[in-house]
């Protein structure tokens, strides 16, 4: 099990940027996949971002393609995700996720409140 810790949500105006932070512990992260998803009110949980731990290659939603980046810290165990250019509908609960390539056992992170509002 990977124990996930999120952060750095909060309200910011339109047009802002904002970083979260995920830090995992509890195994090696070499076979993860680490991303974000994100859920706002009355609708499904959807991807936002992801980075395989080996190779760090970054895969993204076409929503968020071009002002959200999705970098790691392999000292740290943390993965960050850069949101820029922030509109209203980024509003949501993100959720800091790991998928584990072979088993496809996953965790997530108790999520973070992020509010784009004028």
């Known amino acids: 099990q990977v124990q996930l810790a999120d952060s750095g949500g909060g309200l910011v105006q339109p047009g802002d940027s904002l970083s979260l932070s995920c830090t995992a512990a509890?195994?090696?992260?070499?076979?993860?996949?680490m991303g974000w998803f994100r859920q706002a009110p009355g609708k499904e949980r959807e991807g936002v971002a992801a980075i395989t731990w080996t190779g760090g290659v970054p895969f993204y939603a076409n929503f968020v393609r071009g002002r959200f980046t999705i970098s790691k810290d392999d000292d740290k165990s943390t993965v960050h995700l850069q949101m820029n250019s922030l509109k209203p509908e980024d509003t949501a609960v993100y959720y800091c996720n790991s998928q584990q390539i072979f088993s496809r056992r996953e965790d997530w992170g108790q999520g973070t409140q992020v509010t784009v509002s004028s």
């Open positions: 509890g195994r090696s992260l070499g076979a993860y996949v």
